[in-house]
T-cell receptor, first 115, second 108 residues
Framework: DAGVIQSPRHEVTEMGQEVTLRCKPI?????LFWYRQTMMRGLELLIY????????DSGMPEDRFSAKMPNASFSTLKIQPSEPRDSAVYFC?????????????FGPGTRLTVT | ELKVEQNPLFLSMQEGKNYTIYCNYS?????LYWYRQDPGKSLESLFV?????AVKQEGRLMASLDTKARLSTLHITAAVHDLSATYFC????????FGKGTRLHILP
């Protein structure tokens, strides 16, 4: 399996622009997670989906952030409009709900820089 | 609300030494995870601990879980430079919560 795939790997944009991050989970996994990692705040869970349904979005920082999962093999995280404080590495992870371990497998991340 | 605390947050040690990283969590969790992250890289799963008294070992790393004390440990035996990384523990109630990570630097 190719593992969790994220695109783009790096994104540099100007403040006010819309940013869309993409994730393809491991085939057969039914849970998907979006995380943000910064030096100051560490690793934060933004939102997670089970069977394509958003379960908990309490970590989404503001209304500028939105996430969708239109099908089992694709999810997006959108920031509109972007701000410099959104600069971070965004990770997507997937897991198989129902297994005893419920282990998460992380993608390579998208490094976002907002200038 | 589940909280996860690791200590130490930074650790510099010499090759060949043993050391332990501690992970405390605040409420009941049905599983405990350890991850490794190299600089600029993603997180790699090391261990998943599911029950009280669980112990897992992989090479020079050994993880254990005491659910009564709400404590997990990651023990490093005879450290080598290649183990330099940041190690995260995570616990789960209805969602997985990560600790802040322990940045481990092993001096050759």
């Amino acid at each position: 399996d190719a593992g969790v795939i994220q695109s783009p790997r790096h994104e540099v944009t100007e403040m006010g622009q819309e940013v869309t991050l993409r994730c393809k989970p491991i085939s057969g996994h039914n849970s998907l997670f979006w995380y943000r990692q910064t030096m100051m705040r560490g690793l934060e869970l933004l939102i997670y989906f089970n069977n394509n349904v958003p379960i908990d979005d309490s970590g989404m920082p503001e209304d500028r952030f939105s996430a969708k999962m239109p099908n089992a093999s694709f999810s997006t995280l959108k920031i509109q409009p972007s701000e410099p404080r959104d600069s971070a590495v965004y990770f997507c992870a997937s897991s198989l709900l129902g297994t005893s371990g419920y282990e998460q497998y992380f993608g390579p991340g998208t490094r976002l820089t907002v200038t | 609300e589940l909280k996860v605390e690791q200590n130490p947050l930074f650790l510099s040690m010499q090759e060949g030494k043993n050391y332990t990283i501690y992970c405390n969590y605040s409420t009941t969790s049905d599983r405990l995870y350890w991850y490794r992250q190299d600089p600029g890289k993603s997180l790699e799963s090391l261990f998943v601990l599911l029950s009280n008294g669980a112990v897992k070992q992989e090479g020079r790393l050994m993880a254990s879980l005491d659910t009564k004390a709400r404590l997990s440990t990651l023990h490093i035996t005879a450290a080598v430079h290649d183990l330099s990384a940041t190690y995260f523990c995570a616990a789960r109630d209805d969602k997985i919560i990560f600790g802040k990570g322990t940045r481990l630097h092993i001096l050759p």
